[in-house]
């Protein structure tokens, strides 16, 4: 069974600060990963997708890395910015299916 | 472009009574659908997941139910709702890439 762990749960920083979040799998047999923004309340916003092909995406500020054979995921925030709070999930997508299964999160606060 | 509504926003509901949720996409057809629940503490669970028309798949075996009626309508019921259903219900369209409605926060007292 696939199991997703985001390290750390919580991360406070000041603005500006460039930063890692990072996602890790058990079962390196992934179709992609997902990264997903949380704001308190509200739905999931998808934020990056990674085919198991890929080695790494980017948008705007965000950058994420994987690498499938150690079963790992970053996401690199770079200039973060008091807006950027928020919870970050990631998921990864089986190749058995198209069931996405869920990190526990990392919440993040970004300082003025 | 796609977009995924679900209603109502909040809920209050006291134990025993029934639930019903809604949700509906737009700008696409045929979609996977799926229904996840996030309890306080614990993480994203996949409640039932839906491919076509009247096919519904169950990850977890508990009080509630789903049922597909129309392409892009996708429905999360109950028939006596218990305490431990309180949660946020989140409705997803897509496959490979998925994509999330607002949620419904329900409360069960």
């Known amino acids: 069974k696939q199991e997703v762990t985001q390290i750390p749960a919580a991360l406070s920083v000041p603005e500006g600060e460039n930063l890692v979040l990072n996602c890790s799998f058990t079962?390196?047999?992934?179709?992609?990963l997902q990264w997903f923004r949380q704001d308190p309340g509200k739905g999931l916003t998808s934020l990056l997708l990674i085919q198991s092909s890929q080695r790494e995406q980017t948008s705007g500020r965000l950058n994420a890395s994987l690498d499938k054979s150690s079963g790992r995921s970053t996401l690199y925030i770079a200039a973060s910015q008091p807006g950027d709070s928020a919870t970050y999930l990631c998921?990864?997508?089986?190749?058995?299916?198209?069931?996405?299964?869920f990190g526990g999160g990392t919440r993040l606060m970004v300082k003025p | 472009s796609q977009t995924i509504h679900q209603w109502p926003a909040t809920l209050v509901q006291p134990v025993g009574s029934p639930l019903s949720l809604e949700c509906t996409v737009e700008?696409?057809?045929?979609?996977?659908l799926y229904w996840y629940r996030q309890a306080a503490g614990r993480g994203l669970q996949l409640l039932f997941y839906s491919v076509g028309i009247g096919q519904i798949s169950s990850e977890v075996p508990q009080n509630l139910s789903a049922s597909r009626p129309q392409d892009r309508q996708f429905i999360l019921s109950s028939k006596k709702l218990l305490l431990s259903d309180s949660g946020f219900y989140l409705c997803?369209?897509?496959?490979?890439?998925?994509?999330f409605g607002p949620g419904t926060r329900l409360t069960v007292l």
């Open positions: 998921a990864v997508i089986d190749n058995a299916g198209n069931m996405l299964t």
């Open positions: 079962d390196s047999a992934i179709y992609n």
């Open positions: 700008g696409t057809s045929n979609p996977n």
């Open positions: 997803a369209w897509g496959d490979n890439e998925q994509f």
